[in-house]
């Protein structure tokens, strides 16, 4: 059963850092995308960043880029996103997601629709 759970949510003052952790099981860790994602109230949810775990390749969404880092523990099964200089506007629900990479897709690394294992979700709040 794949199983992916989100930790390292809270709240943090804007400029501040969160280190997020998705740990992974129930499937071959070096062969899934894995994915973080983001909901807040009101909004559809959107692709934040994507690690591809075959090769490491690493995508961003534009108003992360700079800010975010996404990495992948292979010895734990756990992918990270690190956020430093955290704005009001990223406060949200974050959520992993993983998907087979081996698979063949139309959409970019950041579609919330290629994804079909996802975590429950962590909250991020973000004060100004």
């Known amino acids: 059963e794949v199983q992916l759970v989100e930790s390292g949510g809270g709240l943090v003052q804007a400029g501040g850092s969160l280190r997020l952790s998705c740990a992974a099981s129930g499937f071959t860790f070096d062969d899934y995308d894995i994915g973080w994602f983001r909901q807040a109230p009101g909004k559809e949810r959107e692709g934040v960043s994507c690690?591809?775990?075959?090769?490491?390749?690493?995508y961003y969404a534009d108003s992360v880029k700079g800010r975010f880092t996404i990495s992948s523990d292979h010895a734990k099964n756990t992918v990270y996103l690190q956020m430093n200089s955290l704005k009001p506007e990223d406060a949200a629900i974050y959520y992993c997601a993983a998907r087979f990479s081996k698979m063949i897709y139309y959409n970019d690394y950041l579609s919330v629709s290629d994804f079909g294992s996802w975590g429950q979700g962590t909250q991020v709040t973000v004060s100004s």
């Open positions: 690690i591809d775990n075959t090769d490491g390749s690493t």
